[in-house]
Each structure stands twice: as structure tokens, then as C-alpha cells.
């Protein structure tokens, strides 16, 4: 699902004003649901489309942290205005899979400041 989002890049980014290299294609692509090994974590896969068709987070029980990538933000959450983006999918994707993990799960985003889910719940004015 994610790769015509790859593919479109080259075409959207100069008309905003902004220089890409273009990138390889990936190889394997992940599964929606199941868990991958990264160091000595065991990461769960959590489907959360909305910002792109096939998004991920990658969410670790154990140590209770999610990596969200553009999904949920500190008082924000991803952009929807970009190829394959969709506003309402991306709030059901943080409200159904996100916001049912511990409130006291820190939430590290693609960029910005870290959160915590409870914090979002409160907080974030999208999903209010």
C-alpha cells in the first residue's frame, strides 16, 4: 500500500519547493499486524493508516514506548493532504489502535517532541 506513495514523491515535492533524491525501492514490504525483532526489542505492529494507506507504528510493550512516525503528534497528529492521505482514517487508526494503549505509553514521532498517549487523549485538540 505504501509504494505509489513512494513513487508519487518526485512529482509533489518540487511543486512545494522542496529537493528529493529519489530512494530505492524497498525489497520486503512489513505485514499489518505481527512483531519484529530490532535489538533486543520485541516490536509490535500496529496498522495506523491515515497519514499514508499502509502506515506502521511500532509500538513495545515491554519497555512501553510507541515509535508513531506521522501519525500522532505532541497536540497534533499527521498531515491527510498528501497522496494517500485520509483525514478520517487517520483519526479512526489513532482513536481505535493507539488510544487503547497504557495512557503512561511515551509516544516517540517521526520528529517533534515525545508525548504520551494519555497526554494526547486530554490534550490533543484533533481528537477531542
Do not use: W
Amino acid at each position: 500500500g505504501e509504494l505509489f506513495v513512494l513513487q508519487a514523491i518526485p512529482g509533489y515535492l518540487p511543486q512545494m519547493g522542496l529537493m528529493y533524491e529519489l530512494s530505492p525501492e524497498p525489497e520486503i514490504f512489513l505485514p499489518e499486524t505481527g512483531t519484529v525483532k530490532f535489538g533486543n526489542s520485541v516490536l509490535e505492529l500496529i496498522f495506523a493508516p491515515g497519514h499514508s494507506p499502509a502506515h506502521l507504528c511500532f509500538y513495545a510493550e515491554q519497555d512501553n514506548f510507541l515509535i508513531g512516525g506521522d501519525v500522532l503528534f505532541y497536540t497534533s497528529i499527521g498531515r491527510t493532504d498528501l497522496p494517500g492521505g485520509n483525514y478520517g482514517q487517520l483519526i479512526s487508526s489513532i482513536k481505535n489502535n493507539l488510544f487503547i494503549l497504557p495512557d503512561d505509553c511515551a509516544v516517540h514521532p517521526g520528529h517533534g517532541p515525545s508525548t504520551t498517549i494519555g497526554f494526547e487523549k486530554l490534550h490533543n485538540p484533533f481528537l477531542q
